[in-house]
């Protein structure tokens, strides 16, 4: 099993902005778990949790959201502007044990 912690580090004032969106765009996607704002630590930081059974499961979502299928056309146009919102990011991935 991995977890997948998509981070990003967004502009002042536009961290709930952008979970909301991630909540309303990914709500059909059993994959990800949470949605998480920043309580203590760094400000303006939102938290996409995902959950995979292995990094082959993960690659085989990631290939398919790089195809032009209908649910990703719909993903892309609800999505359109959000890089707007933040200022960087990265990806980081666990093996639970």
């Not at 902005?17 to 704002?37: G, Q």
């Amino acid at each position: 099993m991995i977890i997948v912690h998509e981070i990003f580090v967004c502009k002042p004032g536009n961290a709930s902005k952008l979970a909301t969106l991630f909540k309303e765009v990914m709500a059909d996607s059993p994959e990800f778990v949470n949605i998480m704002t920043d309580m203590t630590g760094e400000f303006n930081r939102v938290i996409i949790q995902s959950k995979y059974e292995n990094l082959t499961a993960y690659e085989e979502r990631f290939k398919n959201y790089m195809e032009d299928s209908e649910e990703v056309k719909k993903m892309k146009e609800k999505m359109q502007g959000y890089h707007d919102l933040y200022l960087s990011g990265k990806r980081e991935i666990f093996k639970i044990w």
